[in-house]
């Protein structure tokens, strides 16, 4: 049988050549037709490198997006300021995000009552003789704190119906936390027991999570079910019996909802447990007639005043629809000491920090610890951030937030002296203990900071829209002009 020969170029020893190298018997159709394919693998080869360098043309062109991170303790009120970016510069995904926020708002409403009503039941259970072991929840911002004498109350059989009437909300708040994740719970002191026995006090653990859940994720799953036309008739039929389940069963509670607050009896258990239920993030009991309809739609103040848990960091991504729509990109980070491991990765090539510290919390202590005041946490905070040396040179913006709750708690007769002896004689009114405080931050921002930069701080209650709006549109102005002056463009 003859051998085939195979030609190889002079001086060619490529294994690679020498498997590409056409068939020494090649007929010239099979020529033509290699050639072809060879022409067109080329043109192809050329066209993906032409689509690269066009790429990487406008990767150049296109504007750096300017970085904006959120830093505070939990409850301070970030995730209130984002949203309130999102309204006012971000209206087109403003919109889209609107209907999700009814469910969340639905189960801020919802542990309202159960809070509140257990706090009853813990009463009742007491007058009747039954000296179980407290178990609290935490209904406002601050611990509630059993009275120093014990109070008589006569219960009547109302308050036993409201009882057996309002348990069909224990079932509907298991569900929505269910469908909302992990950042529908919330965390609850983790002090050594005797603490909390000292306290008067038990909990569970800290709950928390390290991931990309949170308020945006829970959002994205509730409006999957809207958008994915892949998923299942009977799993969308059961998301919308689901649905019309939880608006019925608050629907049906609404009556036995405002007569467990507007109860008198109710309120001087509150008032004697020093329980502020109105300070608390997500309160809507002065809105159970309008939330819990068949028919009710959202509202934008609605949708910032609602609660739902950061867990670990959200990335959000928006264009500003004024302006050049350059893009922007907040960091929205769990702010409970768990979860401040992993702020300073994101330390990295942003433009400024918001740093929001709530001055209503003077005298209140955190709820994962409650033997840390929560002030003072804030100032441990705010100092350890401007000493960074990594944010040496970053623009830091403080908001001085919760306002109104300051105003309403020294209304009440709280005074700032008990707790903070720094405060000495001083007039305690809001407009003194705000510049107080306004001195204090500016203080620990001048001797912390690693290299001398401008002190910015704004006064705040990020949950009043209309005030957020004014002041935003200064942070706005300054926090470009500061990523144009980092980019060399001013």
């Not at 033509?32 to 043309?57: C, G, K």
Request: charged letters at 30%; one cysteine or more; a neutral charge.
């Amino acid at each position: 049988m003859p051998q085939r020969s195979i030609m190889v170029r002079p001086g060619s020893d490529d294994p690679l050549t020498l498997v590409l190298a056409p068939p020494p018997d090649e007929s010239p159709e099979a020529k033509e037709a290699r050639e072809l394919a060879e022409t067109e693998a080329r043109r192809l080869s050329d066209s993906i490198d032409e689509q690269l360098r066009q790429e990487r043309i406008a990767l150049k062109k296109k504007k750096k997006p300017v970085k904006v991170l959120l830093l505070g303790q939990s409850e301070s009120g970030k995730s209130a300021t984002l949203k309130n970016f999102q309204l006012l510069y971000s209206r087109r995904e403003w919109a889209e995000d609107k209907a999700a926020w009814r469910a969340v708002i639905f189960l801020n409403l919802i542990r309202n009552i159960i809070d509140v009503l257990d706090a009853l039941l813990r009463e009742m259970s007491l007058s009747d003789g039954e000296r179980r072991p407290a178990t609290a929840v935490y209904i406002s911002d601050s611990d509630w704190e059993p009275s120093s004498h014990t109070p008589v109350y006569r219960f009547t059989d109302k308050h036993r119906l409201l009882k057996l009437r309002l348990a069909p909300l224990r079932r509907i708040q298991t569900d929505l936390e269910r469908r909302l994740g992990p950042g529908s719970q919330e965390i609850y002191s983790c002090a050594p027991p005797a603490v909390e026995r000292e306290a008067g006090q038990v909990h569970s653990r800290e709950f928390s999570i390290i991931s990309r859940n949170g308020w945006k994720s829970a959002l994205e799953k509730l409006q999957l079910v809207q958008k994915d036309g892949n998923i299942p008739e009977p799993v969308l039929r059961r998301r919308e019996e689901e649905k019309h389940d939880i608006t019925d069963v608050l629907v049906g509670c609404r009556e036995d909802m405002k007569n467990l607050w507007d109860d008198s009896l109710v309120q001087q258990i509150l008032k004697n447990r020093k329980a502020h239920v109105e300070d608390s993030p997500g309160f809507f009991l002065g809105d159970i007639e309008r939330i819990a309809s068949s028919g009710y739609e959202p509202s934008d103040d609605d949708i910032v005043r609602a609660r739902l848990r950061t867990v670990g960091v959200q990335e959000h991504k928006f264009t500003m629809e004024e302006g050049q729509g350059r893009e922007w990109i907040m960091y929205d980070v769990g702010g409970t000491r768990s979860s401040r491991a992993v702020w300073a990765p994101y330390f990295d090539d942003v433009d400024t920090i918001i740093f929001l510290s709530p001055i209503s919390c003077f005298d209140e202590r955190l709820r994962e610890d409650s033997r840390v005041n929560r002030l003072e946490d804030s100032y441990q905070l705010w100092r350890s951030v401007c000493s960074s040396t990594l944010l040496a040179k970053t623009q830091i913006i403080l908001f001085l937030n919760k306002c109104d709750l300051l105003h309403n708690k020294l209304k009440r007769g709280v005074r700032l002296r008990d707790f903070v002896s720094s405060f000495g004689d001083r007039k305690n009114d809001t407009t003194t203990v705000m510049k107080y405080f306004h001195s204090h931050f500016k203080d620990i921002f001048k001797l912390a900071s690693p290299e001398p930069r401008p002190f910015f701080a704004h006064f705040t209650s990020v949950i009043d829209t209309n005030a957020t709006a004014t002041t935003l549109n200064v942070v706005e102005e300054s926090i470009l002009r500061t990523h144009l002056r980092n980019a060399d463009l001013l």
